[in-house]
């Protein structure tokens, strides 16, 4: 089993529309949650830290549900920029080294059309 | 936010040659650095990470002696792909991060990547 689940996708939805990306995590002593965007060929840039208490930034919303291992990102009136994969990320702290990592999922992507 | 560097932004050589990529925070002292390789249509995955002035921790799977990386300053770190074979063709991204400016939060700022095309 992946330690970072995500739908591939491509979500193709017209401009204005609302789309919802879900992601799993495996490891249940995971710390800390992130949603980052990567554009073709390009570094992933973060998008936004994901709480329990769920959190909001402009049109986007990040929740998390550490019960479920659950993390989802809602995107509002989807713009044509909003095109882009949306990587979900897992920071886990290593065992044998005390540092921490990001685990990344493969990425959900999506595209926004006039 | 702070700005990462890599250099060079592509390459491509024969197989068999060694190819260095240089990482380098810009605006900020980096004590950690974390090297990734991202194959087409997959995730960012971990090759490893390192502390200024200390080896680097390799993840598993991750040949220590193919990818030697050396964090010799605070503002820079090397990743050397030895003697580089098609198989090695990859976009090798580095982050780093400022552990007392960003105390307490896991704040990793990203260079914007080196693909390698090995022939």
């Known amino acids: 089993r992946k330690e970072v689940e995500q739908d591939p996708g491509p979500f193709n939805v017209p401009e204005g529309a609302t789309v919802a990306f879900n992601c799993t995590y495996s490891?249940?002593?995971?710390?800390?949650f992130f949603w980052y965007r990567q554009d073709c060929r390009k570094e992933p840039k973060l998008l936004m830290s994901?709480?329990?208490s769920g959190n909001e930034d402009g049109r986007f919303t990040a929740q998390l549900n550490r019960a479920s291992q659950y993390i989802s990102l809602l995107i509002r009136d989807s713009k044509l920029s909003d095109s882009a994969t949306y990587l979900c990320?897992?920071?886990?702290?290593?065992?044998?080294?005390?540092?921490?990592?990001?685990?990344f999922g493969t990425g959900t992507r999506l595209l926004v059309s006039p | 936010g702070a700005v990462v560097s890599q250099h060079p932004s592509w390459v491509i050589c024969k197989s068999g040659t060694s190819v260095k990529i240089e990482c380098r925070s810009l605006?900020?002292?980096?004590?950690?650095m974390f090297w990734y390789r991202q194959f087409p249509k997959q995730s960012l995955m971990l090759m490893a990470t390192?502390?200024?002035?200390?080896?680097?921790?390799?993840e598993q799977g991750v040949e220590k002696d193919k990818f030697l990386i050396n964090h010799a300053s605070l503002t820079l770190s090397t990743l050397t792909v030895t003697s580089a074979h098609p198989e090695d063709s990859s976009f090798y991204i580095c982050?780093?991060?400022?552990?007392?400016?960003?105390?307490?939060?896991?704040?990793?700022?990203f260079g914007p990547g080196t693909r390698l095309l090995v022939l």
């Open positions: 982050s780093a991060r400022d552990h007392f400016r960003d105390r307490g939060r896991e704040t990793q700022y």
């Open positions: 490891n249940s002593a995971s710390q800390s």
């Open positions: 994901v709480y329990s």
């Open positions: 990320v897992v920071n886990d702290l290593r065992g044998d080294t005390g540092f921490q990592k990001l685990v």
């Open positions: 605006d900020f002292q980096a004590t950690t």
């Open positions: 390192s502390n200024e002035g200390s080896k680097a921790t390799y």
